[in-house]
């Protein structure tokens, strides 16, 4: 077996993959389905209902809000209760739609059999038809990030695609909902390659999976023999292999250069493989994103596992399938315990990016005192960027923010890997942050200016 990785840093955090053999279930539909119009990135959706109204599962609830944007689709039947606002997963308040169930009735328009449709018995699907299908069904990126599919299918002019390389990474610790949705819809994960290729005029598609799930490897490879177009690629465990510049990388031995390119300026675009199983729903069974795969995991939960959850389902719900929220402190993160967003209450709704919610005990979330810097770099040699993490936490720190943007800070993928190897425990990823975002503003009134 040719095993890849990349080139430069990484770490090997402990697996913890609780549910790694747990099947999906279907969660039970809430009483009431919370929706947050920016569950993407770019503008924020616009309501195209009021209180009062009555919708079905399946129809859209809020537009596209400008060209990079997604229109939001209702994940239950029942009246729109209120249009309100409440902390979401990024901490802030926000706009949000908030439906009171009643029963579970759902838009004809929506194929809900099991038949498997592939692109070769619709030869009619042209490459525009497959992207429009996409845009207007709301699909986004799966993977955490959240941008809009439709936009990656569209590169500039200035850049060429081709290949698509679908990320079924996973490498982040705890969450299994990816290998459980390849082992229990490859078929369909397929047909989402097929059609993804298919959108970006490209006959080279890679399946990127690391070795910790052989038993996908071994599906996949199995189902894909004899088709020279697609290539399984097994890859080394060790993280961040799933951050898209490291998949990129080891796919395709190239490297994407600083922001603002992107994967596609040298040849690659990339999708997560839940996208990729939206992409089949989307344009094949003309179901919007309203569903998704999520792991609902930590060591003292009771019964950590996977779910098909409707979209706009508060986390508490999930957690109480598992057992409930397990006694004493603990900390609650939407993603795992590398890039996840810490939680301020368990009533923060399911949304398209969220592939877990991960409940870490008060004892290992503690973080220990910080000492000084000692000098080790041994931060430097696990940044997957290439960057120096002491010296761009020292300038975010001393808000010297013209040096730290001449340091690449912007470069930095937020991945952890620093702060997780520092032995004087120094918030580094913490500091960086607050750098990378203040120095982006920096850059956007300076574009904005011009
Ligand atoms: S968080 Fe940023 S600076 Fe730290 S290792 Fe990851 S990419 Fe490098
Ligand atoms: S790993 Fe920590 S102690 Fe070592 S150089 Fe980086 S910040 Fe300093």
Same mark, same amino acid.
């Given at each position: ?9 990484? !770490? ?13 279930? @279907? ?40 060209? $990079? ?8 039947? =029942? ?17 949000? !739609?908030?439906?009171? $169930? ?7 328009? !929506? ?52 290949? $698509? ?27 989402? +390659?097929?059609?993804?290729? /298919? @959108?970006? *005029? ?10 910790? /799930? ?8 199995? *189902? ?22 490291? +998949? ?8 994407? %250069? @600083? ?23 989307? $344009?094949?069974?003309?179901? %919007? ?9 930590? *060591?003292?939960?009771?019964? %950590?596992?996977?779910? +098909?959850?409707? #979209? =706009?389902?508060?986390?508490?719900? +999930? ?19 590398? #890039?996840?967003?810490?939680? #301020? ?23 220990? %005192? ?14 997957? #960027? ?29 991945? =952890? ?18 750098? *990378?975002?203040?120095?982006? =503003? ?5 574009? @904005?200016?011009?």
């Amino acid at each position: 077996m040719n095993i890849r990785t990349f080139s430069i840093g990484g !770490i090997h955090p402990e697996e913890n993959k609780l549910s790694h053999d747990i099947a999906t279930v @279907a969660a039970p539909l809430p009483k009431q389905a919370i929706f947050p119009l920016s569950q993407h990135i770019g503008a924020p959706a616009k309501a195209i209902v009021k209180k009062g109204d009555k919708v079905k599962v399946g129809t859209m609830i809020a537009e596209a809000g400008g060209f $990079v944007s997604a229109p939001v689709y209702s994940s239950v039947s =029942g009246t729109v209760f209120k249009i309100d606002s409440v902390i979401d997963a990024t901490g802030y308040r926000k706009p949000v !739609i908030i439906i009171n $169930v009643e029963g579970d009735e759902w838009e004809e328009t !929506i194929d809900r059999s099991d038949k498997l449709e592939t692109l070769a018995a619709h030869p009619e699907l042209t490459p525009e038809e497959i992207v429009e299908r996409i845009k207007i069904a709301g699909v986004t990126g799966m993977g955490g990030a959240g941008f809009p599919t439709f936009i990656k299918l569209c590169p500039p002019p200035t850049a060429k695609a081709e290949c $698509v390389i679908i990320n079924a990474v996973e490498c982040e610790p705890y969450i299994t909902a990816d290998f459980r949705l390849m082992m229990e819809h490859s078929d369909e994960i397929l047909v989402g +390659l097929d059609l993804l290729m /298919k @959108a970006a *005029k490209v006959e080279k598609g890679y399946i990127g999976i690391e070795t910790n /799930k052989p038993e996908a490897i071994e599906l996949f490879e199995r *189902k894909t023999a004899g088709d020279s177009r697609i290539e399984i690629v097994p890859l080394k465990q060790r993280y961040p292999q799933g951050g898209e510049k490291q +998949l990129v990388d080891a796919v395709t031995g190239r490297q994407v %250069p @600083a922001p603002p390119a992107i994967p596609v300026n040298v040849g690659a675009i990339v999708q997560n493989v839940g996208t990729a199983y939206a992409v089949y729903e989307a $344009v094949m069974k003309h179901k %919007p994103l309203f569903e998704r795969y999520t792991t609902v995991t930590g *060591k003292k939960l009771a019964k %950590p596992g996977n779910f +098909l959850v409707r #979209m =706009g389902t508060p986390m508490k719900e +999930l957690i109480d399938l598992c057992g409930g929220m397990p006694e004493g402190d603990n900390k609650l993160l939407a993603g795992g315990p590398m #890039m996840g967003k810490a939680l #301020m209450n368990t009533e923060v709704p399911v949304c398209k990016g969220t592939n877990s919610v991960t409940v870490i005990s008060g004892d290992e979330a503690k973080r220990k %005192p910080a000492q000084p810097c000692i000098r080790c770099a041994k931060c430097v040699s696990v940044c997957p #960027m290439g960057l120096e993490p002491f010296l761009l936490a020292t300038l975010s720190a001393k808000k010297m923010f013209e040096r730290a943007e001449q340091e690449e800070i912007v470069s930095c993928i937020e991945c =952890g890997s620093c702060q997780f190897t520092c032995p004087s425990h120094r918030p580094i990823l913490d500091n960086v942050r607050y750098g *990378k975002s203040t120095v982006m =503003g920096i850059i956007r009134a300076r574009n @904005a200016k011009k």
